[in-house]
C-alpha cells in the first residue's frame, strides 16, 4: 500500500477562493482525521469519520470549513471562502480504529501546504 | 476535554546524551498515549505508544514512562544520534475517542 496520500502537495491562492484538499486513506482503515498544524497551535484535529461517517467536527473553526467522505477511499477538506489565517499545513491521517476502539496507531499523509495570501 | 501540556519546547542535547520530554494530561479517564517523531518538512509518524494498563515500555533506545495517578507521562531517548532531531509530539485519549496533542518538542542532538 502507498500510505495515506493527499494532494496537492502544495497550494496558493488567493483571500477569497475555495479551497478543496483531498486524501485517499489506507485501504481496510475504517478512520480518517483531519488535522490542522500551525506553529502557534500546533497539531489540531479538525474533524473525524469513522465507516465513511463525521464522528466529531468540534475541531472545525467556522462555517467556512466543511469535510465530506463520499466513500472508504476518499475524503475532502473544503474551505470556502479562504482567508490568510488559514495558511498551515494540513494533514489526513487513516487507522484500522473502528467506535469503541479507536485509538491504534494512525498513519499520516504528507500534508498539504496551504498559503493563502 | 482532555488537555494535554508538553515540556520543554525546544530541547537541545549532545550526541550520545540522553534526552526527556514531559507531558501532562487532564482527564483520568484518558488510557492512549502516543509519541509521534516529526522531521523537517515531514509526516508525524508513531515512534511508541503504551495504554494505561502499563507504567513503562521500551523499544531500544526508546521508552516511554506513564504515572497515572499523577498524570503525567514521559520520553525518553538513550544515546541520542543526530538523526533524533525532530519534532516530538506526545497525544493522550481514551481508547475510544479523539486524541488530543501536545505542542511539541523540538530536538536537536548536536555532533
Known amino acids: 500500500d502507498a500510505g495515506v496520500i493527499q494532494s496537492p502537495r502544495h497550494e496558493v491562492t488567493e483571500m477569497g477562493q475555495e479551497v478543496t484538499l483531498r486524501c485517499k486513506p489506507i485501504?481496510?482503515?475504517?478512520?480518517l482525521f483531519w488535522y490542522r498544524q500551525t506553529m502557534m497551535r500546533g497539531l489540531e484535529l479538525l474533524i473525524y469519520?469513522?465507516?465513511?461517517?463525521?464522528?466529531?467536527d468540534s475541531g472545525m473553526p467556522e462555517d467556512r470549513f466543511s469535510a465530506k467522505m463520499p466513500n472508504a477511499s476518499f475524503s475532502t477538506l473544503k474551505i470556502q471562502p479562504s482567508e490568510p489565517r488559514d495558511s498551515a499545513v494540513y494533514f489526513c491521517?487513516?487507522?484500522?480504529?473502528?467506535?469503541?476502539?479507536?485509538?491504534?496507531?494512525?498513519?499520516f499523509g504528507q500534508g498539504t501546504r496551504l498559503t493563502v495570501v | 476535554g482532555e488537555n494535554v501540556e508538553q515540556h520543554p519546547s525546544t530541547l537541545s542535547v549532545q550526541e550520545g546524551d540522553s534526552a526527556v520530554i514531559k507531558c501532562t494530561y487532564s482527564?483520568?479517564?484518558?488510557?492512549?498515549f502516543p509519541w509521534y517523531k516529526q522531521e523537517l518538512g515531514k509526516r508525524p509518524q508513531l515512534i511508541i505508544d503504551?495504554?494505561?494498563?502499563?507504567g513503562e515500555k521500551k523499544d531500544q533506545r526508546i521508552a516511554v514512562t506513564l504515572n497515572k495517578t499523577a498524570k503525567h507521562f514521559s520520553l525518553h531517548i538513550t544515546e541520542t544520534q543526530p538523526e533524533d532531531s525532530a519534532v516530538y509530539f506526545c497525544?493522550?485519549?481514551?481508547?475510544?475517542?479523539?486524541?488530543?496533542f501536545g505542542k511539541g518538542t523540538k530536538l536537536t542532538v548536536n555532533p
Open positions: 491521517a487513516s487507522n484500522i480504529g473502528d467506535r469503541g476502539a479507536l485509538n491504534t496507531e494512525a498513519f
Open positions: 485501504s481496510g482503515h475504517n478512520s
Open positions: 469519520f469513522n465507516n465513511n461517517v463525521p464522528i466529531d
Open positions: 482527564d483520568s479517564a484518558s488510557n492512549y
Open positions: 503504551i495504554r494505561s494498563n502499563v
Open positions: 497525544a493522550a485519549g481514551r481508547w475510544d475517542e479523539k486524541l488530543v
